[in-house]
């Protein structure tokens, strides 16, 4: 009966720890860390300092989505009363500061941008097909995008580590006829959505090769609830 006790008191003191264990215990110590949520964080590797990680958008996207948004309403026909640069920096800020981070190059302006959104109240986790579906969605959305032509695009199940399916977009396209590429990860984390899309506007040879090694890297991490 007491060798009962022991073993079951050993059971409660590892059930305890597991439900309080810390959510950057699950990272590596090598890797930068975005907390994404009070309980989810991302872990990427980064391979050199011209590399940063930030919970805020870099200037040169904030100008980089002004400039898209003054064309998207130029297109549109609402410049009658064309927008300051102001408005229309505030106006990209807005729109940026919906992810809750970013890794980007600051000198040739590649950035990977991350998002999540949690299930609401009583929305049912999406199978392996949901999330390959909102993958596919993301290609037309892409697509549909003001300046963007010539995609060529294809969507393939690929691995998140620290989620329960994940989807990859890889695609080829020109914005405004500039070339552009974006890689694309879907995935769902229970109760999260999770979107990271990097933008790369071709500048060198090495920032796609590295953003491979870095989405490969990428974990995420989970704060245990009791």
């Known amino acids: 009966m007491p060798k009962l006790r022991v073993l ?10 597991s439900c309080t264990q810390d959510y950057r215990a699950s990272i590596a110590s090598d890797m930068e860390s975005l907390v994404l949520a009070d309980d989810m964080v991302l872990g990427i ?3 050199g300092d011209n590399w940063k990680t930030s919970p805020e958008p870099p200037l040169t996207l904030v100008e980089e989505m002004a400039a898209h948004i003054e064309h998207e309403l130029e297109e549109k026909g609402q410049l009658a009363s064309p927008p300051t640069r102001e408005q229309l ?12 981070g ?27 097909r949901g999330v390959e579906n909102s993958a596919r969605y993301a290609v037309s959305s892409l697509e549909g995008d003001e300046g963007v ?44 959505w999770v979107y990271l899309y990097y933008t790369d506007p071709l500048k060198n040879d090495t920032d796609y090769g590295e953003m491979e090694e870095m989405l490969r890297s990428a974990v995420l991490g989970f704060k245990a609830t009791p």
């Open 45 to 47: 590797r980064l391979p």
């Open 89 to 100: 920096k505030n106006a990209a800020l807005k729109k940026l500061q919906s992810n809750e």
């Open 102 to 128: 970013y890794v980007f190059n600051p000198t040739t302006g590649a950035h990977l941008d991350v998002d999540i959104s949690r299930l609401g109240e009583g929305d049912v986790a999406p199978s392996a």
């Open 8 to 17: 079951f008191g050993l059971f409660v003191f590892l059930l305890a720890c």
């Open 149 to 192: 032509s010539a995609v060529v695009a294809r969507v393939e199940k690929t691995r998140l580590a620290g989620t329960q399916y994940a989807w990859r977009i890889s695609a080829d396209y020109k914005m405004h006829e500039e070339p552009r590429r974006f890689v694309g990860i879907v995935a769902f984390a229970s109760p999260y």
